[in-house]
C-alpha cells in the first residue's frame, strides 16, 4: 500500500505539518526527504531500512554516496542519498550559522559550539584557520589542509596569506581529531609553535589553537602552550 492511501494521520508529511518535527520519527523524517518509494516499498520503508544498516541519523551523515551505495539497499539510488545526504549537511550548517549577527570569539568554547556542528562526525583531519579583528569579531575562515595532519603540509606562508588578505588583526587555528584523542600530537605542537612565531613576525598573533573532538575540545592557550 502506497503512503498516499495511508489514514492521513499516519502519513509522515502530514504528521509533520500536524504536529511540527518533535511529532516525527527520524524515518519519517528521511521519508519525507527521500519523497518516494518504489515497487513494494515505501519511502518509510526505505527509510526504516537505511536507518538498520547505519543506526541512526549521525552514523548516515557520516557516511559517503558511495559508502551508502554499498549497503545495496533496493529502490535507493544515488538521487536520493544526495538528497538525503544534502538536508543532513544542510542542518548540520545551520547550527553554525548566527545569521547577520557578529560573531565574537571571546573563549575557546565559543570557537568549539561554533564548530562543532561543521566539523563532527568528519573521519579525517580537518585544519582551520580563523581570522578575526581587533575584538576578535569573526571575519572569516579558511581550510588549510584535509587529511592526517602533518608539519610539513600547513606552512606559514599560506596561513598568513590568508589572514593579511583579510586584514586580519589575528588568528586562531582549529582541528579536529577524529580519534577521540584530545592529546596534542607532535605535529600539533610544531604547526603550532611554528604559526606562533611567524605571526610574531607578521604581526599577527596567534592567538589560540583549538583541537575538536567529538565530545570536547582542548585549547592550547588554556594549557599555556601559547
Do not use: C
Not at 561543521?118 to 579558511?142: H, M, P, Q
Amino acid at each position: 500500500m502506497q503512503i498516499k492511501e495511508w489514514p492521513e494521520g499516519d502519513r509522515p508529511r502530514e504528521k509533520f505539518l500536524q504536529k511540527g518535527s518533535y511529532g516525527v520519527t527520524d524515518a519519517e523524517l528521511l521519508a519525507i526527504i527521500i519523497s518516494k518509494g518504489v515497487k513494494n516499498k515505501t519511502a518509510l520503508d526505505l527509510a526504516k531500512e537505511i536507518l538498520n544498516k547505519v543506526g541512526n541519523l549521525r552514523r548516515l551523515n557520516q557516511k559517503s554516496v558511495s559508502e551508502i551505495e554499498r549497503l545495496d539497499i533496493k529502490g535507493l539510488g544515488k538521487v536520493k542519498i544526495i538528497s538525503m545526504l544534502a538536508a543532513l549537511d544542510l542542518g548540520r550548517r545551520s547550527l553554525s550559522k548566527k545569521n547577520d549577527e557578529k560573531i565574537i570569539f571571546k573563549n575557546p568554547k565559543e570557537i568549539y559550539d561554533y564548530y562543532y556542528p561543521l566539523i563532527s562526525g568528519l573521519k579525517y583531519e580537518l585544519f582551520k584557520v580563523i581570522a578575526v579583528d581587533g575584538r576578535n569579531v569573526l571575519i572569516k575562515d579558511t581550510t588549510i589542509s584535509k587529511g592526517i595532519l602533518d608539519a610539513s603540509l600547513v606552512h606559514p606562508r599560506e596561513v598568513f596569506k590568508f589572514a593579511l588578505n583579510e586584514n586580519a588583526s589575528a588568528i586562531f587555528l582549529l582541528h579536529n581529531h577524529p580519534s577521540g584523542i584530545l592529546k596534542p600530537s607532535e605535529d600539533d605542537l610544531k604547526i603550532t609553535e611554528r604559526l606562533r612565531s611567524a605571526g610574531e613576525l607578521m604581526g599577527i598573533r596567534v592567538i589560540d589553537h583549538v583541537i575538536i573532538t567529538e565530545k570536547n575540545y582542548y585549547s592550547f592557550s588554556q594549557h599555556n602552550l601559547l
